[in-house]
């Protein structure tokens, strides 16, 4: 498979055209964070306080049952190989009064692209998009996120990416037919907040034919978070006692990342919820300048968790 095809095999969802409001976007990658391929049941709790620990927004009853209504009815309509295939996100949504937990029993049919769509997130920016309060500035940074590693995305029709946000409809309404418009209220507005509060930095340009303004193209750099993102607060699957899935996770692929390929070190580390969680903070001291590790950053952090001598390391 070829990188670009790795790179942009990006869950249907993503590319799927539909128009949720920021409290659904919410929802959602709330939602998506808390997916556990080992739960035998598709049925997951979605507790409102986490949620608001996350973001720093309130979430209202009255609010929150109109948004699952709705998302809930909504048809995604997903193209294959085969043809076509119409589905929904629910089978049932059941509030839990008094408890402030929702619980959200998801279709069968929808769980392949919703595990799609984690497997190309971490926790790290998951937490980053629910605290993007646009949302356009959550779709388009769902879309940068394919691109990242290639450094700029492919080139949008302007028009079609107006579909893609919910600005233009099968009928040719547009809900900001002016340039400047769509630049002012979307662009600029989700640049601004995805640079400010993600791990991307991304920049946009629009190309000309003839005299009109025809594509948009996205840059897409990687930068450290600017605000550290509470190492708690993803509440997902645990891969032993004590760890989070997304903490394991991410934690396997920073040993990738940092080259520890020694199966009786990873074995030691991975099966270890304090060096779990010891890697992860490494990893974003590092991404964040706190640590200082330009030569050997795998090294240090077999030192730092006892593994090895520190005369064994490669100097920093």
């Known amino acids: 498979m070829s990188k670009e095809l790795e790179i942009r095999q990006h869950n249907a969802l993503t590319n799927a055209r539909y128009d949720y409001t920021e409290l659904q976007l919410d929802l959602l990658f709330f939602m998506v964070s808390r997916l556990r391929k080992d739960q035998k049941t598709a049925t997951y709790e979605l507790p409102i306080k986490e949620l608001t620990a996350l973001t720093g927004k309130q979430y209202h009853l009255p609010y ?10 909504r048809m995604f309509e997903v193209e294959d190989k085969t043809g076509y295939r ?3 996100m629910f089978q049932s949504v059941h509030y839990l009064v008094g408890q402030g937990i929702i619980e959200i029993k998801l279709s069968e049919a929808v769980l392949p692209y919703l595990f799609d769509l984690k497997d190309n ?10 605290r993007l309060s646009s949302k356009y500035a959550k779709r388009i940074y769902q879309y940068c996120s394919q691109w990242k590693d290639l450094g700029e995305t492919k080139k949008y029709d302007i028009q079609d990416f107006k579909k893609l946000l919910g600005l233009l409809d ?7 037919a002016r340039l400047s418009d769509f630049r002012e209220s979307v662009l600029d507005v989700a640049v601004k907040q ?4 993600t ?15 025809k594509n948009i193209v996205f840059t897409v750099k990687s930068q ?4 550290t993102i509470p190492f708690d607060l993803v509440a997902t699957a645990q891969a032993m006692p004590g760890v989070q899935q997304s903490h394991f ?20 580390i991975l099966g270890s919820a304090a060096h779990v969680a010891e890697v992860n903070r490494y990893n974003h001291d590092l991404k964040t300048g706190k640590v200082k590790a330009s030569r050997n950053p795998g090294g240090l952090l077999l030192v730092k968790l006892g593994l090895v001598a520190a005369k064994v390391a490669k100097p920093v």
């Open 224 to 227: 450290a978070l600017a605000e």
């Open 194 to 197: 995805i640079n400010e509060h």
């Open 170 to 176: 099968e009928k040719g309404n547009e809900k900001m």
């Open 249 to 268: 996770d991410n934690a396997a692929r920073i040993l990738d990342e940092l080259r520890i390929t020694d199966a009786k070190h990873r074995q030691t």
């Open 86 to 88: 119409q589905m929904w």
């Open 199 to 213: 791990e991307l930095h991304i920049s946009y340009k629009l190309e000309k034919r003839v005299r009109t303004y």
């Open 64 to 73: 929150l049952r109109l948004a699952t209504a709705d998302m809930g009815s």
């Open 121 to 130: 997130f971490t926790s790290y920016t998951l937490a980053a998009a629910l």
